[in-house]
């Protein structure tokens, strides 16, 4: 093989801890979003989408949400790009 292989996509999943956890409404359903879809994009920055669950239970659609403005947010996702980058540095090959 030459060169660098062709790697189409990076992402981690993250899980919302509770204090930073909120919700949002899609089709008059309330969401309480509770997961971080984190994905690394080929000119280095990151894009997120949150993920959750209907408030009133229920399996509900897999609906992506904006992520709001939030320190905490951030630094959450900046914290799991790193610790996911320092994983995959130290990855011991197929199981």
């Given at each position: 093989?030459?060169?660098?292989?062709?790697?189409?996509?990076?992402?981690?999943?993250?899980?919302?801890?509770?204090?930073?956890?909120?919700?949002?409404?899609?089709?008059?359903?309330?969401f309480?979003?509770t997961?971080l879809?984190v994905?690394?994009?080929?000119?280095?920055?990151?894009?997120?989408?949150?993920?959750?669950?209907?408030?009133g239970?229920?399996?509900?659609?897999?609906v992506?949400?904006?992520?709001?403005?939030?320190?905490?947010?951030?630094?959450?996702?900046?914290?799991a790009?790193?610790?996911?980058?320092?994983?995959?540095?130290?990855?011991?090959?197929p199981?």
């Amino acid at each position: 093989m030459s060169g660098d292989p062709e790697v189409s996509a990076l992402a981690i999943n993250v899980t919302i801890p509770p204090a930073l956890r909120w919700t949002d409404t899609r089709r008059g359903e309330v969401f309480e979003l509770t997961t971080l879809n984190v994905r690394l994009l080929p000119d280095g920055h990151l894009a997120v989408k949150a993920y959750g669950r209907p408030v009133g239970g229920g399996r509900g659609a897999y609906v992506s949400f904006p992520v709001p403005d939030e320190p905490a947010l951030a630094a959450l996702i900046a914290d799991a790009a790193g610790h996911a980058g320092v994983l995959w540095a130290g990855h011991r090959g197929p199981g």
